[in-house]
Antibody
Framework: EVQLVESGGGLVQPGGSLRLSCAASGFTFSSYSMNWVRQAPGKGLEWVSYISSSSSTIYYADSVKGRFTISRDNAKNSLYLQMNSLRDEDTAVYYC???????????WGQGTLVTVSS | EIVLTQSPGTLSLSPGERATLSCRASQSVSSSYLAWYQQKPGQAPRLLIYGASSRATGIPDRFSGSGSGTDFTLTISRLEPEDFAVYYCQQYGSSSRLTFGGGTKVEIK
């Protein structure tokens, strides 16, 4: 069974940093690309970042480019999102989602809440 | 960047009725790389439809997707109580940016 478990969320002040993790199991992690997608309270879904299976291809949404860094450790079956210079508008539930070869997000974790507030 | 516009914003229907949800793209979606997700309160999105019309594993056949190019439709043939939720369309594929529609809430009338 595919499982994705996010962690690392919490309350942080504007300008602060946070590192999210996503632990994967139930599939060959090193064979799949991954996405981070977020959802602000009461709002819709917003794609944040993508990383290919070998980390050779990385994309970011304009809203986070230069502030967030996606990475992965295939030996640890883990995906990460380093978030710096956090803003109020980054407050959201952050989901990691597995992507197949067409970049379809087929499995999602349950999410971790990030709250940026003073 | 492809912009996806979903309509209506809210659909008020009764169990047993047919639901028709629309997703319109600002430009043609290549290879029909259009997906639909269902999201219930406090839960992660669940993949329903991919490739515009293929049902994901375990999805009941009352859910169907159609369309190509810029116009796509998700149909729920007969609403069950568990189908009342928010539905999102998404384009994927070769674009460097994935985009989601704004969502359609299907609520109990």
């Amino acid at each position: 069974e595919v499982q994705l478990v996010e962690s690392g969320g919490g309350l942080v002040q504007p300008g602060g940093s946070l590192r999210l993790s996503c632990a994967a199991s139930g599939f060959t992690f090193s064979s799949y690309s991954m996405n981070w997608v977020r959802q602000a309270p009461g709002k819709g879904l917003e794609w944040v970042s993508y990383i290919s299976s070998s980390s050779s291809t990385i994309y970011y949404a304009d809203s986070v480019k230069g502030r967030f860094t996606i990475s992965r450790d295939n030996a640890k079956n883990s995906l990460y999102l380093q978030m710096n210079s956090l803003r109020d508008e980054d407050t959201a539930v952050y989901y990691c989602a597995r992507a197949d070869y067409t970049r379809l997000a087929d499995y999602w974790g349950q999410g971790t809440l990030v709250t940026v507030s003073s | 960047e492809i912009v996806l516009t979903q309509s209506p914003g809210t659909l008020s229907l009764s169990p047993g009725e047919r639901a028709t949800l629309s997703c319109r793209a600002s430009q043609s979606v290549s290879s029909s790389y259009l997906a639909w997700y269902q999201q219930k309160p406090g839960q992660a999105p669940r993949l329903l439809i991919y490739g515009a019309s293929s049902r994901a594993t375990g999805i009941p056949d009352r859910f169907s997707g159609s369309g190509s190019g810029t116009d796509f439709t998700l149909t729920i043939s007969r609403l069950e109580p568990e189908d009342f939720a928010v539905y999102y369309c998404q384009q994927y594929g070769s674009s460097s940016r994935l985009t989601f529609g704004g969502g359609t809430k299907v609520e109990i009338k």
